[in-house]
């Protein structure tokens, strides 16, 4: 899964059908992240909408341009769809940071 910041969102590659499903029947969601050897963390929750429309097709581009550049894209570029890749788009709801200045 890859991760990126959108306009107020968090952004995610989601690939495994399973996953989709159960954003689907449940879009509640977590993410946390910390820095390696360190309590240094954030924690987010909140929502996932899964996408496919043309405004997610761009949130997309724009995600994997600003991961691995507009070469990378071109190696990346797909249609999103639901049997293939989808954009999660994740409302934070709350958050907790720690150590993170």
């Not at 994997?64 to 954009?87: C, H, M, N, Q, W």
Request: charged share 25%.
């Amino acid at each position: 899964m890859m991760m990126g910041l959108g306009d107020g969102v968090l952004l995610f590659s989601l690939t495994g059908k399973q996953k989709k499903r159960n954003l689907e029947r449940d879009p509640r969601a977590t993410v946390s992240l910390a820095e390696a050897g360190t309590l240094a963390h954030v924690i987010a929750w909140g929502s996932v909408g899964i996408r496919h429309d043309e405004e997610a097709q761009v949130l997309w581009a724009e995600m994997i341009k600003k991961a691995f550049g507009d070469s990378g894209y071109v190696d990346s570029s797909r249609p999103l769809s639901l049997e293939e890749t989808s954009l999660g788009v994740m409302t934070v709801t709350r958050h907790r940071i720690y150590g993170i200045e």
